[in-house]
């Protein structure tokens, strides 16, 4: 589709566009103008038949992020289709309420980058005995970061293989598809706002701008059981999260503005990249970390509406860690630099391999590690990740001489610490412990308010150094699934792996 996105040329962009063929028609909203997919709305108990056609010039197939399906429909990236061909969709909607999505597999970086995504919104007996603000006051707020070039086509991957590797920046905010990034409100209503962070790899760091608490009452697969007031909130790529809004006493023309503020990633250090002003003003206009706004409410033209978050939301119903066959001996899935490469547990992606770490079994419930292990490029190989001077600097030449970013001297010792945000297919778990010892102080202080660990969780952001503990149930479904880094362009570049239930 050519799109208006901003003043000019029309931007070439790939569109999910749906049609209810039979139902509700209050299931599908279409965002208008946007190249954001429809907003499906399901209940718990529901059977749905999505009918997925491929009308690309490539591969592709649609994964429903945070849902649990069989592995037929959570897909595989082997499950792609080809242009022309159609892929049918067939569950019982198994989840709690809460803000899933879809998205492309297979080439998930460009094809999510080139438009396509979409909300699915699942609710439930519970959550409709609450009296949340619906329709028009049930606000679908997508967060993603673009660049245009002068004819306004959107470019990926500007710096190539630099930015492959730390993951692709734009250099502006778009909301919902827009570039106005403006949400038109009424004054005296109240809001339900559902935050997704759908950019490839961008971590937003979201307070309001008048120093307003963040009031959050639902995460990924999940209403919270009380409302939560944060200064500030961590939001990592394809996290959801529910902020309230309340709009009742703000005068007409009031204007609230969300915004990134700062903190401080330095994605390089030691040696040669000492000053780590080079890695950052390579990636982006807008450097990840820094401070802009990301959207602003307007409380446009009046009215009201009798919605009140309620102290009690979701009745809590956590695993008992204790139930946890492996609460001593998690699983552990370090996710490092290995030889040129994004690993886990040293290994990158294998289309059908399983490793024997990767095999559970249908029925257990399991506590996994996964622990962002940075990766050492020393030349000391001593495993876990560590990358020796030899695998880096190579024959990869990614970070070659020509364009005289480094060396073969000047990597050696150096840290890529990278934040990696975990996603773990077909479940939602809950995150039992993070542990932040190896986390750089500096760091750790400015951002650690802004998380919200209570709650079913699919992903979870750990900051370079950063360990977190989840704990979850296969239950239901046998078969081969992934879980991966969903900063899009790890994934692409193999930060990816099997699990297989058995
Ligand atoms: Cu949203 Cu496999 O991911
Ligand atoms: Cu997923
Ligand atoms: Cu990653």
Redesign the pocket.
């Known amino acids: 589709r050519d799109l208006s996105i901003l003043s000019g040329p029309k931007t070439k962009v790939w569109v999910y566009e749906g049609k209810l063929l039979k139902g509700n028609k209050e299931a599908l909203q279409t965002l208008e103008g946007s190249y954001l997919g429809p907003v499906i709305k399901v209940r718990k108990g529901q059977k749905v038949r999505i009918r997925f056609q491929n009308d690309l010039p490539e591969e592709s197939i649609v994964?429903w992020?945070g849902m649990h399906v069989p592995e037929r429909y959570d897909v595989h990236p082997q499950d792609v289709i080809n242009s022309g061909e159609t892929y049918i969709y067939e569950y019982e909607v198994m989840n709690r309420a809460g803000t899933y999505?879809f998205?492309p597999?297979g080439r998930?970086g460009p094809q999510v980058y080139n438009g396509l995504a979409g909300l699915l919104l699942v609710t439930d007996e519970e959550e409709q005995q609450l009296n949340l603000p619906q329709w028009e006051f049930d606000l679908p707020v997508v967060i993603q970061d673009r660049t245009f070039d002068e004819n306004n086509q959107l470019v990926y991957l500007n710096n190539g293989q630099m930015d492959r590797m730390t993951g692709f920046l734009g250099n502006r905010i778009l909301i919902n598809g827009s570039p106005e990034q403006r949400l038109n409100l009424k004054t005296g209503c109240k809001y339900r706002l559902r935050l997704l962070n759908g950019s490839n790899s961008r971590i937003y760091k979201l307070a309001w701008e008048d120093g307003s608490p963040v009031t959050v009452f639902g995460i990924d697969g999940s209403l919270l059981s009380t409302p939560k007031e944060l200064p500030y909130l961590m939001l990592g790529p394809?996290k959801r999260v529910d902020v309230w809004l309340d709009l009742t006493d703000k005068p007409e023309g009031t204007e609230l503005t969300m915004k990134n503020a700062s903190f401080p990633l330095e994605i390089m250090s030691g040696g040669m990249m000492g000053d780590g002003g080079m890695m950052q003003g390579a990636e982006s206009d807008l450097p990840q970390g820094s401070e802009y706004p990301v959207f602003t409410a307007l409380a446009n033209g009046s009215g009201s509406n009798d919605h009140t978050l309620p102290g009690q939301l979701a009745q809590p119903d956590y695993i008992d860690p204790s139930t946890a066959g492996n609460l001593n001996a998690p699983r552990q899935f370090t996710f490092a630099m290995g030889h040129m490469e994004w690993t886990i547990n040293g290994r990158t992606w294998e289309t059908t391999e399983v490793a024997d770490e990767e095999t559970v079994k249908l029925g257990s419930t399991e506590v996994w590690e996964l622990i962002n292990g940075g990766g050492m490029m020393d030349n000391n190989d001593d495993g876990g990740g560590m990358m020796d001077g030899h695998g880096m600097m190579g024959d990869g030449g990614m970070m070659g001489g020509e364009d005289g970013m480094m060396n073969n001297q000047g990597m050696m010792g150096n840290m890529m610490q990278m934040p990696h945000p975990i996603?773990i297919?077909q479940v939602q778990f809950n995150i039992i412990e993070r542990d932040v010892a190896n986390v750089d102080p500096q760091l750790w202080d400015a951002i650690k308010d802004g998380f919200v660990d209570e709650g079913w969780h699919d992903?979870v952001l750990l900051m370079p150094g950063m360990s977190a503990k989840v704990i979850m149930q296969f239950k239901d479904f046998k078969g081969l699934f992934?879980y991966?880094c969903?900063n899009l362009e790890h994934?692409d570049m193999g930060m990816m792996r099997n699990f297989k239930i058995v």
Do not use: C, D, I
């Open positions: 994964h992020h999505w998205h597999h998930t394809a996603h297919h992903t992934v991966h969903h994934e």
